[in-house]
């Protein structure tokens, strides 16, 4: 069963009023006084919380703002154009939005404790509440660096005159606060199936190692890794199959830690409507995979397409190469299986045939990059209308066996055993079957398997959110996102690469976001990071 927060009335968090404590409460509308009566009524505004963490819009943007997704235009493609400026769309809403979901957790735990709710279902409501609020704050952190910060729900004068605090206690924060909530917590097998999707343990440490990898703190990430491996905090195991890890029929699977869920006729996402082919049930294509991710799905015999002996062939690119490439990206010719099973062929390169999906130079309807995307399809959506069901995983186990390959590479403790026990797990679960894939080669030095460790979390977590992260983290967005990103084999007469408009990353601002301006027209006390032009 889906978790019940997809099924409230989202104005519940909108009636609390500030009240004087000598004024009677009204009873014909909803305030602090009257509303905190009963569990139903606590958990819809908790409800209302899972619900304003994250979403299906800012799950797909934020893999456009990599080298991964090209985008045709928006609020992101102006980011990686170079032009964003403090009243840039996605920088006001990401804000907004954060702050929008603190509001809701800390009005949350300034008020439960006035429901009559058994004592330890309450703390264990409470927990789930801290850890949407401290996801939040880290998720403002990373965008903005300093940032506003406060536990308890600030009058609006307050926010008038606050300054911003600095990254590190901020994050520090956030780190505390997981670690006092996490015993308060039940683990993935002691939910009930009623409460699929909840926060648990295994939540609240796999987030606590992110905050650590995003530091390159490697000794704490290694540490907090093996615990999650060790079973310290509840069961996980790769799925064996990765392409159904993202079917419908298999949510809340062994691997899954914490994910944002959908009801097929409740609560649905379209986003990628503008993603797949149009023979298939597309619209108009926003968004597509850049040839440079294509390039990083090595061969089956485990070399990169570009090193000797990998039996690469420019003519036929996608033979023989890394089976999560199939999983997740639509090439000319691909196999689109339908929902009834059988198989079409998706036509995409120039001269080749009368497809809607074929290539033309910008064109609307067609992908910008000669490619659409598979990973993420519903087979259960209805056609022509892409209102997906489909689940959209936040944390899944392979990250957690990622992170703790790329800590240990870090520490200089890469072995076999490490080895087997991530990169080589998860390439058998891809479907890799030559030795040379799959065993550890213990003549590669640490600089050698950072490669090999960072293009195989590309491939693995490809379309999940998680690639401008990295790219920030390991300082090479000033490399990847300067410059005309590619698509297919599809120009000149199918002789070069497509290239597409110019990308541009400054070292010296972009790491961080400016400051909404509407933001600062409100408070003078909200500085403006390095280099924006407001």
């Not at 039940?186 to 530091?215: H, S, W």
Request: glycine residues 6%; hydrophobic residues 35%; charged residues 25%.
């Amino acid at each position: 069963m889906k978790r019940v927060n997809y099924f409230i009335i989202s104005i519940l968090c909108l009636f609390l009023a500030s009240c004087n404590d000598l004024e009677q409460y009204p009873i014909d509308r909803f305030t602090d006084g009257n509303y905190w009566t009963s569990y139903e009524k606590a958990s819809a505004v908790l409800s209302q919380g899972y619900n304003q963490m994250y979403g299906s819009g800012y799950f797909f943007s934020t893999e456009m703002l990599s080298d991964n997704l090209w985008q045709k235009t928006g609020n992101e493609k102006t980011i990686s154009a170079g032009l964003a400026d403090a009243a840039n769309g996605r920088f006001s809403g990401e804000w907004a939005d954060c702050y929008r979901g603190i509001k809701t957790c800390n009005i949350f735990l300034e008020n439960v404790d006035r429901a009559p709710i058994d004592p330890i279902l309450k703390n264990r409501m409470k927990a789930e509440a801290r850890f949407i609020r401290a996801f939040l704050f880290f998720r403002l952190a990373n965008w903005y660096g300093d940032v506003l910060h406060f536990e308890k729900d600030p009058s609006l004068a307050e926010t008038r005159v606050m300054s911003r605090k600095p990254y590190a206690e901020v994050v520090s924060w956030v780190r505390s606060e997981l670690n006092a909530i996490k015993d308060d917590l039940p683990t993935k097998q002691q939910y009930a199936a009623a409460d699929n999707g909840r926060i648990t343990k295994g939540t609240v440490m796999t987030f606590l190692a992110r905050t650590y990898l995003y530091e390159n703190n490697w000794a704490n990430v290694a540490s907090t890794c093996e615990d999650i491996i060790g079973k310290k905090y509840g069961e996980y195991a790769l799925f064996p199959s990765y392409e159904g890890l993202f079917l419908p029929e298999n949510e809340y699977n062994s691997e899954v830690i914490f994910d944002i869920g959908y009801v097929l006729g409740v609560r649905t996402w379209g986003d990628y409507w503008d993603a797949i082919p149009n023979s298939v049930g597309g619209r108009v294509n926003g968004f597509s995979p850049t040839q440079e991710l294509v390039d990083d799905y090595i061969m089956m015999n485990g070399k990169t397409i570009k090193a000797d002996g990998s039996g690469y062939n420019e003519n036929t690119p996608y033979i023989n190469r890394d089976p999560r490439l199939d999983a997740t990206i639509v090439y000319d010719g691909y196999k689109w299986k339908k929902p009834d099973g059988t198989l079409a062929t998706i036509t995409i390169k120039p001269g080749t045939g009368t497809s809607n999906d074929i290539y033309v130079s910008g064109n609307q309807t067609s992908s910008a990059t000669g490619y659409y995307l598979r990973k993420w399809y519903d087979p259960t959506a209805p056609i022509n209308n892409i209102a997906a069901g489909l689940n959209l995983i936040l944390m899944r186990y392979a990250d957690v066996l990622l992170m703790y390959a790329e800590a240990k590479n870090e520490l200089g403790q890469m072995n076999k055993t490490v080895w087997d026990q991530t990169i080589r797990a998860l390439r058998v679960r891809a479907g890799f079957v030559d030795p040379n894939a799959l065993e550890f080669d213990a003549s590669l030095n640490q600089s050698a398997l950072r490669d090999v460790i960072r293009r195989e979390r590309r491939c693995e977590l490809a379309i999940e959110g998680t690639r401008i992260f990295d790219i920030r983290r390991w300082k090479t967005a000033e490399v990847v996102l300067n410059g005309k990103p590619h698509g297919a084999r599809f120009a000149n007469n199918n002789t070069s690469y497509i290239e597409l408009e110019v990308r541009t990353f400054n070292k010296d601002r972009d790491y961080l976001w400016a400051v909404p301006q509407a933001e600062r027209d409100k408070n003078p006390n909200l500085d403006q990071n390095p280099n924006y032009s407001k």
